[in-house]
């Protein structure tokens, strides 16, 4: 069993950074790949990024690319994701998940084995 808690969440002006964490619980987190997930008010939830269980490979949404990096500490059972250039359309609830499989770590259709229970991140024009 991993549980998952999403920190770093907060109110940040357009062209600011926020360094989000998702601390896991369980001695096991090393064996998964990570993902980070975000759900604005009324819309589906969109993948950000994904780091696979070494930390080798990483995958980022288009919307993010340039402007976010995945990271993950497996001494510290935690993974991060460093947002910077923040822009308006960034604001929404943050989740970070776990899976097996990089590959279903980041898709957005299969199901994960965990999910955290988000942290909102806002950004003001």
């Known amino acids: 069993q991993v549980q998952l808690v999403e920190s770093g969440g907060g109110l940040v002006q357009a062209g600011g950074s926020l360094r989000l964490s998702c601390a896991a619980s369980?001695?096991?987190?090393?064996?998964?790949?990570m993902g980070w997930f975000r759900q604005a008010p009324g819309k589906e939830r969109e993948f950000v990024a994904a780091?696979?269980?070494?930390?080798?490979?990483?995958s980022y949404a288009d919307s993010v690319k340039g402007r976010c990096t995945i990271s993950r500490d497996n001494s510290k059972n935690t993974v991060y994701l460093q947002m910077n250039s923040l822009k308006p359309e960034d604001t929404a609830v943050y989740y970070c998940?776990?899976?097996?499989?990089?590959?279903?770590?980041?898709?957005?259709?299969?199901?994960?084995?965990?999910w955290g229970q988000g942290t909102q991140v806002t950004v003001s024009s």
């Open positions: 780091i696979s269980w070494s930390g080798g490979v990483t």
């Open positions: 369980g001695r096991t987190f090393s064996s998964y790949a």
């Open positions: 998940a776990a899976a097996k499989s990089l590959v279903v770590v980041q898709s957005t259709t299969l199901v994960k084995d965990y």
